[in-house]
């Protein structure tokens, strides 16, 4: 299978950044796309930012502007970017990939969709 391990949560003033990054491990064949999500107090999880391999880039409107994903296609790790965060920011930002992985068969490769176990952000004074 494929496990994802988030790192780079905190705490941090508002008007201050972070950078979170996640790590994909296991018998990957391809990861099609990679993602963040987040979780606030009392909120359902929503979509952050999400990229493809290609590069192709999607924001949700709230942090359009502040944030920015990228990732390392060498290194199956998938990075956001945070600036100018607010206190509404304050989340558990998780990462996911989704894609195909290696069973032992070269036939057919099982889809994966993971996600990582989360990292808590916190903007406040």
């Known amino acids: 299978q494929v496990q994802l391990v988030e790192s780079g949560g905190g705490l941090v003033q508002p008007g201050g950044s972070l950078r979170l990054s996640c790590a994909a491990s296991g018998t990957i064949v391809r990861i099609n796309a990679m993602g963040w999500y987040r979780q606030a107090p009392g909120k359902e999880r929503e979509l952050v930012a999400t990229?493809?391999?290609?590069?192709?880039?999607n924001y949700a409107d709230s942090v359009k502007g502040r944030f920015t994903i990228s990732r390392d296609n060498a290194k199956n790790t998938v990075y956001v970017q945070m600036n100018s965060l607010k206190p509404e920011d304050t989340a558990v930002y998780y990462c996911?990939?989704?894609?195909?992985?290696?069973?032992?068969?070269?036939?057919?490769?099982?889809?994966?969709?993971?996600w990582g176990q989360g990292t808590q952000v916190t903007v406040s004074s």
């Open positions: 990229i493809t391999s290609d590069g192709s880039s």
């Open positions: 996911n990939a989704a894609g195909t992985y290696y069973t032992g068969s070269t036939i057919y490769y099982p889809p994966f969709l993971s």
